[in-house]
């Protein structure tokens, strides 16, 4: 009984939170073999932890998540993808990076699904990597999680608007690729048509992604709640029911120019040869852009 109770915790631990993290993270490492180029700079310390804790610490199956990243990575060239090649999906502001950011100071993404032009498929998928890649390489010293806000205003279920195929690419992409990246999903006011169309998606999203995602209703007091305990109302755009001072309003040109910035970076970090710290960070500072790049959508 003994034997078999220690082999049990044995597994459990392995399983679920293993007592020495680092000595998963070094045996991961080896596991994957020798590393070059991006997928060297790729695989820091703590993108290794983010793949063991999407896995429950499972050595195996993190290995495979990520060697399937890196595979993704190598054909799909997210680091590579620059704005010119993906701003005419921008231009309705459908996917924007706000100008504040959340209670724990992770950035924000603002999804507006009503804005959707009538383009679908993998322009969607390129723009949406596009501006996550760059919202991590923003990330400030000490997180590595964003949250993202989904505004349903405008909203409907027609040709022009989300496809079951393409948020399913997007989900994916998420989930596989961009393991504990995401702290919430905030969907905000969503009509009855949607509440149909996400439980047939739900079947897609796996259960740690399930728990992030917040329906929010205005008038609602454990929505307000929700919204409160995540970000600072007051900073907060009306549009969320935050301050009603402040409205979302994107300027395209303004955006490209911050991007353009962003592109510079974005180079410049991939090409470089500086060394990163256990949680993904440079060791010697990065000198960039004297602007530092701001979000997309912006109240006012």
């Keep these: 009984m003994t034997n078999m109770w220690r082999r049990w915790r044995g597994q459990d631990q392995h399983e679920s939170e293993p007592l020495d993290h680092e000595k998963m993270i070094k045996d991961l490492r080896a596991a994957m073999g020798p590393l070059s180029g991006h997928a060297l700079k790729f695989c820091t310390d703590a993108c290794l932890r983010r ?25 799909y060239k997210p680091e590579e993808i620059r704005w010119h090649e993906v701003a005419n999906e921008g231009e309705t502001g459908k996917v924007s990076r706000a100008n504040f950011v959340d209670r724990c100071g992770r950035p924000v993404l603002i999804m507006r699904p009503g804005k959707q032009n009538t383009k679908t498929g993998d322009g969607n998928v390129r723009h949406l990597v596009y501006l996550i890649e760059n919202a991590i390489l923003n990330l400030p010293e000490g997180q590595e999680q964003m949250s993202w806000l989904i505004d349903f205003s405008g909203y409907s279920m027609n040709a022009s608007n989300i496809q079951l195929k393409t948020t399913r690419d997007i989900l994916n992409v998420l989930q596989n690729h961009y393991p504990e990246r ?22 897609f999203i796996d259960p740690k992604t399930h728990q992030k995602i917040k329906f929010v209703y205005p008038n609602d007091k454990a929505s307000t709640e929700i919204m409160k305990s995540y970000f600072d109302t007051e900073n907060l755009p009306s549009e969320f029911g935050g301050n009603p001072g402040l409205t979302l309003k994107y300027d395209h040109e303004e955006f490209s120019k911050l991007m353009a910035e962003d ?3 974005s180079g410049k970090f991939w090409d470089s040869e500086t060394l990163h710290d256990t949680n993904g960070h ?5 000198v960039g852009p004297e602007t530092a790049p701001n979000p997309l959508a912006t109240a006012s």
């Design 51 to 75: 793949y063991l804790v999407a896995r429950n610490w499972n050595l195996e199956k993190a290995k495979k998540m990520l060697e399937e990243t890196l595979e993704w990575r190598s054909n």
């Design 282 to 286: 440079c060791v010697e500072p990065y």
């Design 263 to 265: 592109d510079i970076k």
């Design 182 to 203: 995401l702290a919430i999903v905030v969907l905000y006011n969503p009509p009855k048509i949607f509440q149909a169309f996400y439980k047939v998606v739900s079947y």
